[in-house]
């Protein structure tokens, strides 16, 4: 097969594929004086713009106490700023301080004293809350940032947070730019989170939508104990407990601490001038001051050296998980782990079972063994996610039922393939086809501006966002004995948890 | 404060040539105009042989080909007596193989050339088959799209698996909450009718490979299809590919069923299914109206305002931002081809706010059939549909699409050239009109998955029972595999 040449020019800071000497990727860097990174992909045509914020902060850098806070703060970030979604500030943030004085009585009543505290004072300071909030109402503009994008054409306006990065996105017409440059420099510098307690009403909904989703809590404990150290080990929601008794001076050290321009990465692809982009951006982020520098989160993961193993019953359908842990992104083993779960669980064909249960398609070896050949699966799969301080590998697999197979005859089968591989290897053309389907993948992101500019953004704030094009070498040259070794390194059982799930009947 | 804005002006003016004075809030800002016509579809439109129609247009910047063939075919024209027809044919379609490849020989050699090759059914009666490869491979890829599409076997083994597969898949349909609510919320609103029959255990064990082979001769056929093609090829060398491979490809006369479009009246009031869950889940409404109706924009502006317009709109505000109550609240017209759609306010909330949740959006749907909206609510409306009207053509993939779509429905294809025109023309009267000709909060049908005692019991602001919204109806769980009511654990 012909490869596609990739090839690094570093002057211009652009990625470079050739073919037949037409540029495709051309991302342009420049680094504000306050350490703020702005990468541009200027793709001329279509007049709108994508434009997204990254900070490198998410649940890692979270601890027991304040877990949920980045998603929770995420949320903070939509409730107006001391320039945004209110009429009179000063008036405004007198009556914050109050809430706040009266909030802080009432957590220390409720949540210090062993017996949930004096029902009479909690009452009475919860009144004077609900007096406070009722005074502050009239003042509020109500989701203005959310109503002024909107209104200048907007779209896929959302953010997220993810255990590493936490993400701010906007598509506007190529004439709007700077709108995204001012609202965004102001929720970065002039961050206020105005009705803090009722907005954390609504991420305790989130969080018990997310436990109402079958195997949600399963897949909970299944990850809280496969990570004895590291903070990968709790969700990105934060713990129930956690979210109740956050304050809002929790939230103010917490964006203090991360959302800075030296912590941050934004990201331009559309039609635009890059110059034009540039100069805005010196204007309007180059505001901000520099911060104290982030240290990067101190607890990676210690050996585990038994095996662990999971039971639960529920009212989710009947499956079984192995998951190993591997070697943080960037790790050479990275690639080889790679290419393996592409082999095992590769496909696109129907997106998995149902659209559910991920990469288990029609084209990966557990499929064919497990679904296919053996007729003991509904769906079987593998995935490797290479995080930034900790890796792991999973291999997911369902039984079917009506043929009376149990998870345990899945395990054993797991278990035989997974020998075999540590022996043998993968095949030449399981090999070839691997390498070629994450190449194409890759490109086929490409397509997509909106998913260039989250690769772009997400990569920039680990290993620089040039790992896109060198991981896609390293995975070039992965080898048989590669596979062979990775797959006796970490695929053992004391490097691991299988998590054995049950549908109890009769829910 | 000033001081460093200047200093940094002056920074900005020697470093890119430019000054741009730094302003505090969105209404200084100041927009240079901004023209934009969208692509002309009669540019892309080209006809192959046999009729078969297609949206054709070179993109070289990336060395890929997308190829996506719509076809009216879906689980809407399944007979009677077959339910689960479509369903089944979309999942054996590339495994049972063509006369000469068997599945796995298309899958691997797919694989192989990292391209992939898929079957969704996305509405009822829209299906697509979708190639995406590396512009090197387009013959490959061509060969093995058309044989799919064109020459499927059905092999025995492939469909008995697929069988299986999709009777596990019948396990899963009641674990969703969401999922529960969506499929009866459907079944209310539209009775007994193929819009909302599913598939059983038994109806799926009754299908045969002659069946699917019937089935598809009777929709696959080139003048019923289109074709979306983008990527890196010449749009003649393409064409002439394509026709060659179609060539022996014959057409047959349409027989699209033609199905009632009578619904029986729904019974206003409270429907309840009860799962022992922490939140009710929540859709009130009742049938809407076609996206080919000319007071479509009018309806989309003004469900932008009631709840489709995120936060911009008062159901989010009244119970996302104000009261804390959801996650997850708005409202929604749903659009079905040849048919009504759905409408309906949704919202997840805690079984003890759910009456309070429904009170307040209830309150909403009266509100905008009873008092104009501001005109600062029309203006963001309107203006966020003009403003993010390029969005459409943001790849063109998705511009293929989009044309490729309205073709096939028969919408005419000067869809997008009007859009904007009829976006302006909407009015604070017409908002009012469409309010009152499509909202009617005393005939909706209020669905709530949920744990009926706390959920009937409610809270502080909305003490229950949940009869205060009409007469409430228990409706029975159906058990996906058999199709008859969940006996009480």
Request: glycine share 8%; with cysteine; hydrophobic share 35%.
């Amino acid at each position: 097969m012909k490869r596609i040449a990739f090839r690094l020019c570093l002057l211009l800071a652009a990625a470079v594929f050739a073919r037949g000497g037409s540029l495709v990727l051309d991302v342009r860097e420049h680094v504000l004086p306050n350490g703020m990174k702005i990468l541009m992909v200027p793709r001329p045509g279509v007049p709108r713009v994508v434009c997204h914020v990254y900070y490198k902060v998410g649940s890692i850098n979270e601890r027991p106490g304040i877990t949920g806070i980045a998603h929770l703060h995420e949320h903070m970030m939509f409730k107006g700023t001391r320039v945004m979604g209110v009429t009179d500030f000063e008036r405004n943030d007198e009556i914050n301080r109050k809430i706040d004085e009266v909030m802080n009585r009432l957590y220390r009543e409720r949540f210090w004293k062993p017996d949930g505290g004096d029902a009479e004072k909690l009452a009475a300071w919860q009144k004077e809350y609900e007096e406070l909030v009722k005074a502050e109402k009239p003042l509020i503009i109500k989701d203005d940032l959310w109503t002024v994008y909107m209104k200048n054409g907007g779209t896929g306006l959302n953010a997220s947070t993810g255990n590493e990065t936490t993400g701010y996105y906007v598509t506007l017409p190529s004439n709007k730019v700077e709108l995204q440059m001012l609202l965004e420099s102001d929720r970065m510098m002039n961050a206020y989170y105005r009705e803090f307690y009722s907005e954390k009403d609504v991420v305790m909904e989130e969080r018990r939508l997310s436990e109402n989703r079958p195997g949600f809590l399963f897949g909970e404990q299944v990850n809280a104990s496969f990570y004895a150290a590291s903070p990968y080990s709790w969700q990105v929601l934060g713990w129930m407990d956690d979210l109740k008794k956050i304050t809002r001076s929790d939230i103010k050290k917490f964006h203090d601490t991360y959302y800075v321009p030296n912590n941050c990465v934004a990201v331009y692809v559309g039609d635009f001038n890059p110059e034009r982009i540039i100069a805005l951006a010196e204007t309007y982020f180059g505001r901000i001051p520099r911060a104290a520098d982030v240290e990067p989160i101190r607890t990676y993961e210690p050996p585990q050296d038994a095996e662990k193993r999971l039971y639960g019953e529920g009212p989710a359908p009947t499956s079984l998980q192995l998951m190993f842990h591997t070697p943080p992104d960037g790790h050479a083993d990275t690639a080889p782990l790679q290419v393996l779960a592409t082999v095992l669980g590769s496909g696109g064909f129907g997106g998995g079972f149902m659209g559910r249960g991920g990469g288990g398609g029609g084209s990966g070896r557990l499929w064919k063994l497990l679904v296919r050949d053996k007729q003991m699966a509904v769906n079987a799969s593998a995935f490797s996610r290479p995080q930034w301080y900790a890796g792991a590998f999973q291999f997911s697999a369902m039984p079917r039922l009506d043929k009376s197979v149990s998870l345990e005859d899945l395990e054993k089968e797991i278990w035989a393939e997974i020998e075999n591989i540590k022996k043998d290897g993968v095949t030449v053309e399981e090999l070839q086809a691997a390498k070629n389907r994450r190449e194409s993948n890759f490109l086929r992101g490409l397509q997509s501006p909106m998913g260039l500019t989250s690769s772009i953004g997400r990569a920039e704030l680990n290993r620089g966002w040039r790992a896109l094009i060198t991981d896609l070498e390293d995975i070039r040259k992965v080898t048989n004995d590669d596979i062979k070794g990775v797959a006796a390194r970490y695929f053992v059982k004391d490097n691991g948890l299988a998590a054995v799930y049950r549908r109890k009947m009769g829910r | 404060m000033k001081k460093t804005c200047a200093l940094f002006s002056l920074l900005v003016f020697l470093t890119a040539g430019a000054v741009f004075g730094q302003v505090e809030k969105p209404s200084d800002l100041k927009f240079p105009e901004l023209k934009y016509d969208p692509p002309a579809p009669n540019s892309m439109r080209t006809v192959f042989a046999s009729g078969l129609r297609g949206f054709v247009q070179e993109d070289r910047r990336l060395p890929l080909v997308n190829v996506t063939a719509l076809i009216d075919f879906g689980r809407l024209y399944d007979p009677a007596d077959k339910v689960g027809l479509a369903e089944l044919l979309g999942a054996s379609l590339i495994k049972g193989g063509t006369k000469t490849r068997t599945g796995s020989e298309i899958e691997d050699r797919l694989d192989f050339l990292g391209g992939s090759l898929s079957f969704f059914s996305p509405g009822e009666r829209i299906s697509t088959l979708s190639l995406s490869v590396m512009s090197k491979d387009l013959d490959d890829g061509l060969a093995l799209f058309f044989d799919v599409l064109m020459n499927p076997e059905f092999r025995e083994d492939a469909v008995r698996l697929e069988k299986a597969r999709l009777i596990e898949g019948l396990r899963q349909a009641n674990d969703q909450p969401a999922a529960i609510l969506s499929r009866e919320y459907e079944r209310v609103l539209y009775g007994d009718h193929p819009l909302t029959r599913r598939p059983t255990r038994k109806s799926y064990e009754g299908l045969t490979v002659p069946d699917l082979k019937s089935c598809h001769g009777r929709f696959f056929f080139p003048r019923d299809i289109v074709l979306a093609v983008s990527g890196d090829f010449s749009k003649a060398a393409l064409k002439k590919k394509i026709d060659r491979i179609i060539a022996p490809w014959k057409n047959r006369p349409s027989d699209i069923p033609k199905l009632s479009r009578d619904f029986p009246p729904v019974e206003p009031g409270v429907y309840f299914i009860q799962r022992p869950i922490s939140q009710g889940y929540i859709s009130l409404g009742h049938l809407g109206l076609e996206d080919t109706h000319p007071d479509y924009h009018a309806v989309q502006v003004m469900n932008f305002i009631l709840g489709g317009g995120s936060f911009t709109s008062r159901i989010t505000t009244k119970v996302r931002s104000d009261e804390g109550l959801a996650y997850n609240t708005g409202s929604r017209f749903a659009y079905r081809w040849g048919f009504p759609g759905t409408f309906s306010g949704y919202v997840q909330t805690k079984s003890s706010t759910v009456g309070y949740a429904v009170s307040l959006i209830l309150k909403e749907f009266k509100r905008i059939r009873t008092e104009p909206v501001t005109d600062e609510e029309l203006d963001t409306a309107v203006n966020y549909y003009l403003e993010s009207f390029a969005d459409n053509f943001q790849t063109v993939q998705a511009t293929t699409l989009s044309f490729a779509n309205l073709e096939l429905a028969g919408k005419p294809l000067d869809y997008y050239a009007r859009y904007r025109d009829r976006i302006k023309a909407v009015t604070r009267d017409k908002v009012l009109e469409a309010a009152r000709t499509y909202i009617h909060p005393d005939q909706a049908a209020i669905m709530i998955v949920g744990d009926w005692e706390p959920c009937n019991k409610g809270g502080e602001k909305f003490p229950g029972p949940l009869d205060k919204f009409g007469k409430v109806r228990k409706i029975a769980l159906i058990d996906p595999l058999t199709g008859e009511p969940v006996k009480a654990p």
